[in-house]
């Protein structure tokens, strides 16, 4: 499978998981529903140097492929928040956001 569709593949399963979401929080008002993914996708990045930290409510001390779980929580959590910001548009805000942040390492990756 070529990069092109594991992206395809990415966006078509974050669309799903939006609808879903959006599902189960169709009684809240939607800039309300909008803050609460937003806020979700904090709390989880949060929770991974938490972890770290051993500042859990668990106090178990994370390891590092616990913090990488909890990262990955963080991305599935901030790609449906942006779908729920802006259905139509999320996946080019990303692509253009991702193309804008990268372009030095590619321009310095290719003076090597």
Not at 21 to 39: N, S, T
Not at 82 to 90: E, K, L, N, R, S
């Amino acid at each position: 499978m070529d990069r092109r569709s594991d992206v395809d593949t990415l966006w078509d399963n974050i669309e799903k998981l939006s609808a879903v979401c959006r599902a189960a929080g169709a009684h809240l008002p939607d800039e309300e529903l909008k803050a609460l993914q937003v806020g979700k996708a904090a709390v989880e990045a949060v929770h991974a140097l938490h972890g770290l930290k051993v500042l859990t409510t668990c106090g178990d001390e994370h390891t590092w492929s616990e913090v990488q779980n909890d990262l990955v929580g963080a991305v599935i959590a901030d790609l449906p928040a942006m779908q729920y910001i802006d259905p139509t548009g999320a996946r080019a805000t990303f692509d253009e956001i991702l193309h804008r942040r990268t372009r030095r390492d590619r321009e310095a990756a290719a003076a090597v």
